[in-house]
């Protein structure tokens, strides 16, 4: 199983680590013909206006959404929450759109840049994840065909749409892989 994780900016590395722990291949993709190659894409922490902005330019937004669109597994991680939905409180910036919910970014405030908290998970099992947060969003609303998977406060921490799962904090900077697993659990029914 080839897992791509998009390398145009941000926290490529540790994903890459965490698929392979997995058992999986991972893919570093910076072009838009490398979606050919791959089962399934994560996008990772970065700064989503930039790495939207580089996807516009790298030609990926309109082939990523008809993938995503058509089964095709995504799961974005902060940044890659704020690409992964429809609305972006106040801000227009490109992004794929693909979830229906609304989010905020830089939600947490300025001066808490970042925050470490653990978070009942119960779709992955197990004790509660120790999830990183970095300048972190959240989710405000979700559709109806959004499933909520974490909220802490009133605020969603994590959902999934089917075949797309978004996470506001960063799954890759900790040593448990049950987030990725689950990840690689949608991807193999995909492959199916
Ligand atoms: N605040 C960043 C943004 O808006 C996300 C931060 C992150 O990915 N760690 O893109």
Do not use: W
């Amino acid at each position: 199983m080839k897992i791509g994780v998009l390398a145009l900016q941000g926290a490529v590395r540790e994903h890459c680590q965490a698929i392979r722990a997995c058992g999986a291949e991972p893919v570093e993709i910076k072009y838009v013909d490398q979606l050919q190659e791959i089962d399934g894409l994560i996008i990772p922490g970065g700064e989503s206006t930039t790495v939207g902005k580089l996807m516009v330019r790298h030609e990926m937004i309109e082939p990523l959404q008809r993938m995503g669109a058509e089964g095709f597994p995504v799961f974005g991680t902060c940044t890659g929450l704020i690409l992964l939905a429809k609305d972006i409180h106040g801000s227009d910036q490109p992004r794929l759109g693909l979830m229906d919910m609304t989010v905020e970014r830089n939600a947490f405030g300025r001066q808490i840049a970042s925050f470490e908290m653990d978070l009942s998970i119960p779709e992955i099992g197990g004790p509660d994840f120790h999830a990183i947060f970095i300048r972190a969003p959240y989710i405000s609303r979700v559709g109806p065909g959004v499933r909520v998977l974490a909220e802490y406060e009133g605020k969603i921490l994590m959902a999934r749409e089917n075949n797309l799962l978004a996470a506001a904090f960063h799954p890759e900077l900790t040593e448990d892989l049950r987030i990725h697993r689950y990840f690689l659990e949608i991807v193999s029914n995909y492959i199916k």
